[in-house]
């Protein structure tokens, strides 16, 4: 079965540095992947998401991250925190190489909670 | 667009008690999921629709929650009868298509407390 590590349940950045959430993903192939953004009172948003191609992929907000197989990783980075990143990421797999008609339910991790200090 | 509508968006029940979420889903959305979220995790899924019908439940603890999609578009889900392991954040996401090359859309969950 796949499963998500986020090995970092808080991580405390001051506002203009440089961010980077750690993500590792258990998978027998190459899973699709995506991070998500849940803020207080809001649904959960997609930042961005991997399925094949470049490894490092482009976002919204900002964000990128980078898809390394050897690592089996997918790390979130920003290059300069605002105020407003403070929430919670989520990073999800769904198995790979399919498309339509099948179970494709996201497999979350438990997240990161993020605080930015002024 | 419209979002992904849930309701109640808050609901406090006791142990044994039955409950019920309801979700609508983005106008045109064929696949409709359930999740459940317990504090400091991240969200689970539940249960997955695709139009009318069930894709995948293999995650549903069928022996007290129960889900329908009965028309292919808005979505039911029930707990009977709840225990306090069941409090969470139930929520409802949709996609247009289906597989995973489509984006799911959240909505803002509803947050159930069993006391």
């Known amino acids: 079965a796949q499963s998500v590590t986020q090995p970092d349940i808080h991580i405390t950045v001051s506002e203009g540095a440089s961010l980077e959430l750690r993500c590792n993903y258990s998978?027998?192939?190459?899973?699709?992947l995506f991070w998500y953004v849940q803020s207080p009172g809001q649904g959960l948003q997609l930042l961005l998401k991997y399925f094949s191609g470049d490894t490092l992929v482009q976002g919204i907000k900002g964000f990128e991250a980078e898809f390394k197989r050897s690592q089996s990783s997918f790390n979130l980075r920003k290059p300069s925190v605002h105020w407003s990143d403070a929430a919670e990421y989520f990073c999800a797999v769904t198995p790979g190489g399919y498309s339509g008609g099948g179970a494709d339910g996201l497999t979350f991790g438990k997240g990161t909670h993020l605080i930015i200090q002024p | 667009e419209a979002g992904v509508a849930q309701s109640p968006r808050y609901k406090i029940i006791e142990k044994r008690q039955s409950v019920a979420f309801w979700c609508n889903p983005i106008?045109?959305?064929?696949?409709l999921y359930w999740y459940q979220q317990i504090l400091g995790q991240g969200p689970k899924l539940l249960i997955q629709?695709?139009?009318?019908?069930?894709?995948?439940d293999s995650q549903l603890p069928k022996d007290r929650f129960s889900a329908e999609r009965l028309k292919g578009v808005d979505s039911t889900l029930k707990i009977q009868p709840a225990k306090l392991e069941d409090s969470a954040v139930y929520l409802c996401?949709?996609?247009?298509?289906?597989?995973?090359?489509?984006?799911?859309?959240f909505g803002p969950g509803t947050r159930l407390l069993v006391l």
């Open positions: 998978y027998g192939a190459t899973p699709y």
């Open positions: 629709f695709q139009n009318n019908g069930v894709v995948d």
């Open positions: 996401a949709s996609s247009l298509g289906g597989g995973p090359l489509e984006t799911q859309y």
């Open positions: 106008s045109g959305h064929a696949t």
